[in-house]
C-alpha cells in the first residue's frame, strides 16, 4: 500500500476532521501491542475507522441522496481514490472484526493482530498528512 503520498492542504482542516485524527491517534496510543490479539485486532480496526472517518470529514462526503447507507471503507475509496489501496485492505478485515466483536475471537491470532496494528499506524500517518499537509 502507498505510504509516499503528497498532500497539500490550502486552508485549515474541519474541526471535526480534527477531533476524529486526534480520537485515533490518542486510541491508538492507548492500545498496547502487548494485548490478547482479538483486543489488540478491534481496537486498531476502531482506529483505523475513526481516522477514515476524519479524512471523510476533511474531504467531503459525495452526494448520496437516498441511497442506501454505505461503509466507510466504500466512501473513502471515492472521496479519497489515493486510498483506494487502504480501503480495500481494511474493507478485508470489516468480517473479521464483525465476528470477533461477536465473540470469536478464534479468528484472530498473534500475527493478524500485529500486521493490523502496524497497518494502522501507517493509515494514522497518512491520514495525518492528508487532513493538515504533508509536513508532519
Same mark, same amino acid.
Given at each position: 500500500m502507498t505510504s509516499t503520498l503528497d498532500f497539500p492542504v490550502t486552508q485549515? !482542516? !474541519?474541526a471535526a476532521a480534527v477531533t476524529l485524527l486526534r480520537?485515533?491517534?490518542? /486510541?491508538f496510543a492507548a492500545v498496547s501491542p502487548d494485548a490478547a490479539p482479538a483486543h489488540l485486532f478491534t481496537e486498531s480496526y476502531l482506529c483505523a475507522l475513526r481516522a477514515a472517518?476524519?479524512?471523510l470529514s476533511?474531504? /467531503?462526503r459525495p452526494h448520496r441522496g437516498r441511497a442506501k447507507p454505505t461503509s466507510v471503507w466504500t466512501l473513502?475509496?471515492? $472521496?479519497? !481514490?489515493?486510498m483506494r489501496e487502504w480501503a480495500a485492505f481494511f474493507?478485508?478485515?470489516s468480517a473479521t472484526r464483525a465476528a470477533v466483536q461477536a465473540g470469536i475471537t478464534s479468528r484472530v491470532g498473534p500475527r493478524a493482530a500485529e500486521d493490523l496494528h502496524r497497518h494502522v499506524a501507517e493509515f494514522i500517518t497518512l $491520514?495525518?498528512?492528508? $487532513?493538515?499537509g504533508s509536513g508532519r
Open positions: 485549515a !482542516p !474541519p480520537q485515533a491517534e490518542l /486510541g472517518a476524519a479524512l476533511a474531504r /467531503g473513502m475509496s471515492s $472521496v479519497a !481514490p489515493e474493507a478485508s478485515c $491520514v495525518h498528512r492528508a $487532513v493538515h
